[in-house]
Structure formats: structure tokens, C-alpha cells
């Protein structure tokens, strides 16, 4: 393919050799991982020996509580799939039941994907958290850079090449080498791993020069009953800033002026739990400084993104639309405090409904529409879903839409022509996640416990079992662990932001997948957590949580330090 390999490095780099590794999960010799990393039909098909042996030998002693916890759940089972679920909003049609399994299956699957209520042992294949796509590769810096482990070998050269473009450095044009030109003129960031690195969480700039990996979303509310009408149709998501479009771009390219510079000033405030310890907690203020074009608008709202983890994402898309829209109830019905709402988009390409689940705040549909959002957003480059080479420039920064774009013709009517956003994509869409830690050890079989009987599980569901028909073959019937609902929560003052993105309000978040979570550190080097990184460590994380969230919250505050630190243990298994 001459086309595809002109516009990556000549030397492609940090591609992890596919190799079988150990799961960091040995008890006495044995493994949690399945020798057989099939899908869901093969978890039928065959025990296995290493995970029955594992779970023998680190049983602990846990009450099963099972009527008091059940009382405790409102994830719902397959049964209801036939009712149509609240969480369509008015005048959307959406699926309210799988159309890709046999009665039979469904009846199946509801059983697999019921919560557990025996704490004793790890479930089975519960190590496998995305099923047969799970990396069991050793745990080091690139864990979350590693390909789906059920990827047919002739695939392996899209998941190269993807990465290599991931990793690509884009330049300002007109250049010599014309294939990588087309920077900006205004962005945050040069390559796609600029922001992701190793594939992981960005994270804030604590006190450095650079805020790579960290900016701020710009928008306002509707103004006017068409603008209310166009957010209530999906038809646009909210308003940019008159000046700064939708995002602060702090770097430019060469004889333009960026847009100005995210400044961060923390407040600490203390928390004093049930048992009387005290712990600290930072709260951000963000401001806009540095202003090359004038004030904001007074209407403009502020919010700061970190750059989340790019693992599972595939897996997530291939989660069936009538699953995670029967776990909704914008209403709270039930009257368990819990409210889930879908968030209601539009795909990019085709322009026809669909639910969001990616984002912060479940904006994109697709990984390809998250993509295309960060091509022309954050580093300013055009692609066949957003073709406007001059990025978030707006009208009235005249002198970014004269600078020359990198568009080439003989390349395609975009910088990065639609093959480029293909790769990317099935890169972006196969990056495995790491096989769980200590899966069946006493004190994550306590945390785990300690999280369902919290009220976690509320939003931050285990289980799911993807499409059978998945475009994906490897990503099709497949056992998942996400830990999400990936719908829409009020989150309570303390993490509102205030602006509303489509469906979602000022207040209102989308449920982050928790695979992975405990190897930030490791892969990121840092453990800044939430949507602005303003907790330090998981602790911080959850004490942040209000809303929809606080009796979870509460929960967690009242328990014993050696309790908080099994639920943070199991955590940190994930």
C-alpha cells in the first residue's frame, strides 16, 4: 500500500511484539487467565483447571449477604430489554431490545452478566476483563499499547500502521515533507500520543510551562428557542465562544499568535471521615490568560478535559445500544436516587441518531467521530468527517484563516485523507486492555465486595456482552468488564463545570470505564484522576463524588481506613 506507507515514518517505533505472558496474578503457581481466550461460546465450552485451582486456594471467608445486596442493585437484567427504557429521550428512536441473539442467548446472557453476590472467590474469567481480547502481556509502561490478543495475524499491519500515525508528528505548512503538514494553525498538540502518552490519562501541568494532554472546552448555552430546538434535536451539541471557537488553543503555528494560556489556581479543602481521619482535597479554578484576540464572550463557559485512556474502546462501540439504554432512568422511577441518562447524538458521518458513549460527556458515538474531533480540534487537522482544514479557527480570527493549509491534492481533498482517519480508528478501536491483578486474592474479593455494597455498581456496572454481530470479529460476543453504564449522571456542585454539551447539563457526566484505572502510575506516570485531574489518588477521586453519587460517596467515607483501603485495592486490581 505505497499510498498509506508515504505519509508514516520511514522508522516506526513502539510497536509491542505479540507474545503470550504470565498474569500478574499467581497464587501459588496458578493463573486467573483462561487457556482458552475465546468468546463467550467458549466460556461455555470449557472449565478451566488454573482459575478453579486459583479460586481454591485463596477462598476467604465472606458472607454472601445476598438479600440485603440485591436490594442494593438496580442493574437490571435481560428480562427487561422488552419493555421500551425511560432513558429514550422525546422523539428518539433508539433500540429498547437486542436484535442479534436467539431468546435463547438473551436468557443466557442475562445470566452471565447478573451481579454477583458471592464474594469468596473471583468470578470466572473475571481476570480476562475484555474477554478474549485481553492483553496478557507483563505489566510495564506500555500495558495499555498492546494489540487485542484475538486479532487475525493479517490484521497486525492496520494496527501497526495506525499506530504509527497515532505516534505521527504533524508539522505547519507548507513544508518539504508534505505529507505531515497542515499543523493547526491553532492547536494544543502535534501527534495523537502528544496527549495520550503510551496510550494512557493525561493529566494537569502542575506548575510546568505546558498544558499537553490538559485544555479548556469553550461554549455557551442556547440563547433562543432555535438554538434550544437545535440541542434538543441533536442536531449541535452547544455554541463556541464568538472569538475562540470550541476550544483555547495554546500553541500556533509560526507567524500566528495562539489564543492564550489555561491558568490553574487550587484551593485545599479538608475531609473529615467517619473514623476521624482528615484528608485533603484541591479544588480547581480555571481562567483563560494570555488573550491574543480580545476578551471571551461574557456567556463563554470554561471546562477543562484531560485526555482519558484510549483502551477497550472498540469493545465499548460493540456494546449493544438496548443494553445500556435499559439501565437508564432519567426520571429515577425506581426512586433509588440514581438517574442515568442517555446522552443523544449524531453519528458524524452518516448525520443519523445514535447514543453517545464517548467523551466526558458522551458526545461522540464512534470512535471514529472521537477521532475526527481530536484530528480538528487539538492538533488542526482536516479529515473526511471534519474537512475544515483551518481547524477551530473562527471568523473573527481573520489572519488563521489566511495561513496556508496542508491539504494536498494529489492526496485527497483533506490533511488527513479518509485512510489515515481509517487507521487510526482500527488502532484506536484495538488497543487491548491489561488482564486484571490479584483477581482472587482476600483483600480484593473484600474490596469488591465493599464496592457492590457501597451503591458502586449503581453507575459503575461490571459486566456486558457485546454485539454477536459485530463488524469486528474480534470484538464480537465477547465477555467484558468495563465497570460502566456509560450514561449521564448528575454529579452533584462540587464537579459541575457548567456547560451543557448536547443532552448532557452543567452538572452531568458520562460514567468512566474503570478497566485499567489501577495502572495509571505505571503507564502514565501520575495518579491524577477525574475529568480535570484534580484528584491526586483514587481516595481523592471518590470523596469528590456528589449528586447521583453522594450516598455512594457517604458510604465510602463512613467505613474503616482498613475497609477504604480493600475497596482501593480492588480498585487498583482493575
Known amino acids: 500500500m505505497p499510498f498509506i506507507t508515504s505519509l508514516i515514518p520511514v522508522l516506526v517505533t513502539g510497536i509491542q511484539p505479540r507474545r503470550v505472558g504470565a498474569v500478574n496474578d499467581l497464587v501459588k503457581g496458578g493463573s486467573s487467565a483462561p487457556k482458552d481466550l475465546g468468546a463467550l461460546d467458549s466460556c461455555d465450552k470449557h472449565r478451566n483447571e488454573e482459575v478453579e485451582k486459583e479460586a481454591r486456594v485463596s477462598t476467604v471467608e465472606l458472607a454472601t449477604r445476598k438479600s440485603r445486596l440485591l436490594s442494593k442493585l438496580r442493574i437490571a437484567t435481560y428480562a427487561a430489554l422488552a419493555v421500551a427504557p425511560a432513558a429514550i429521550a422525546a422523539g428518539f428512536d433508539l433500540p429498547t431490545k437486542r436484535t442479534d441473539l436467539s431468546e435463547a442467548d438473551l436468557k443466557r446472557v442475562a445470566e452471565v452478566t447478573r451481579p454477583t453476590t458471592d464474594f469468596s472467590k473471583a468470578e470466572q474469567y473475571e481476570a480476562m476483563q475484555a474477554g478474549a481480547t485481553t492483553s496478557v502481556d507483563p505489566v510495564t509502561e506500555d500495558s495499555f499499547s498492546h494489540i487485542s490478543a484475538n486479532i487475525p495475524f493479517e490484521e497486525e499491519q492496520n494496527f ?9 508528528l504533524w508539522v505547519s505548512s507548507p513544508s518539504s515533507t508534505q505529507a505531515s503538514d497542515g499543523l493547526g494553525p491553532l492547536f494544543n498538540a502535534r501527534s495523537c ?3 495520550h502518552v503510551n496510550d494512557g490519562r493525561g493529566k494537569p501541568p502542575e506548575g510546568g510551562p505546558s498544558a499537553v494532554s490538559m485544555f479548556l472546552r469553550l461554549s455557551r448555552a442556547a440563547r433562543t428557542p432555535e438554538e434550544e430546538k437545535a440541542i434538543g434535536g441533536a442536531d449541535i451539541l452547544n455554541f463556541p465562544d464568538p472569538v475562540y471557537g470550541h476550544q483555547l488553543q495554546d500553541l ?9 494560556r489555561m491558568a490553574i489556581r487550587y484551593d485545599e479543602e479538608t475531609v473529615t471521615l467517619g473514623d476521624g481521619e482528615i484528608m485533603s482535597l484541591r479544588r480547581p479554578h480555571y481562567a483563560a490568560t494570555n488573550l491574543a484576540y480580545g476578551p471571551l464572550d461574557a456567556s463563554t463557559t ?3 478535559r484531560v485526555a482519558p485512556a484510549m483502551i477497550g474502546l472498540g469493545l465499548i462501540e460493540a456494546i449493544p445500544e438496548a443494553d445500556i439504554l435499559a439501565r437508564a432512568d432519567p426520571d429515577d422511577a425506581d426512586g433509588d436516587g ?3 441518562k442517555a446522552a443523544i447524538v449524531r453519528d458524524h458521518r452518516s448525520g443519523e441518531i445514535a447514543l453517545g458513549r464517548f467523551g466526558w460527556k458522551a458526545q461522540n458515538a464512534t470512535v471514529r467521530d472521537q477521532n475526527a474531533d481530536a484530528f480538528a480540534n487539538d492538533i488542526g487537522i482536516s479529515t473526511p468527517d471534519r474537512p475544515d482544514a483551518h481547524g477551530d479557527c473562527t471568523e473573527a480570527e481573520e489572519k488563521c484563516l489566511e495561513m496556508p493549509t496542508g491539504v494536498q491534492k494529489r492526496l485527497g481533498e483533506e490533511e ?12 484506536s478501536e484495538n488497543l487491548a486492555v491489561p488482564a486484571r491483578r490479584k483477581a482472587s486474592f482476600p483483600e480484593t474479593l473484600k474490596g469488591k465486595r465493599i464496592f457492590y455494597e457501597s451503591g458502586c455498581v449503581s453507575c459503575h456496572v461490571p459486566k456486558f456482552v457485546t454485539r454477536r454481530d459485530s463488524p469486528d470479529k474480534a470484538q464480537s460476543f465477547q465477555l467484558i468488564w468495563p465497570y460502566s453504564d456509560f450514561l449521564l449522571h448528575d454529579m452533584g456542585d462540587g464537579l459541575a463545570d457548567g456547560q451543557q454539551v448536547g443532552l448532557a447539563s452543567g452538572r452531568e457526566w458520562r460514567t468512566p470505564p474503570l478497566w485499567g484505572i489501577g495502572l495509571t502510575r505505571t503507564v502514565s506516570g501520575h495518579s ?3 475529568h480535570d485531574g484534580r484528584a491526586r489518588d483514587l481516595n481523592e477521586a471518590i470523596l469528590w463524588h456528589g449528586g447521583e453519587a453522594e450516598k455512594a460517596r457517604n458510604a465510602f467515607s463512613s467505613l474503616s481506613k482498613d475497609d477504604r483501603a480493600a475497596l482501593i485495592t480492588f480498585l487498583e486490581s482493575l
Open 160 to 168: 501497526k500502521l495506525g499506530n504509527a500515525l497515532f505516534r505521527k
Open 193 to 195: 500520543m502528544s496527549c
Open 252 to 260: 500556533a503555528v509560526p507567524g500566528l499568535a495562539a489564543e492564550g
Open 338 to 340: 440514581i438517574s442515568g
Open 416 to 427: 488527513a485523507p479518509g485512510p489515515i482517519l481509517d487507521l487510526v480508528t482500527f488502532y
Open 528 to 530: 491524577f484522576f477525574l
Open 302 to 304: 470554561i471546562s477543562a
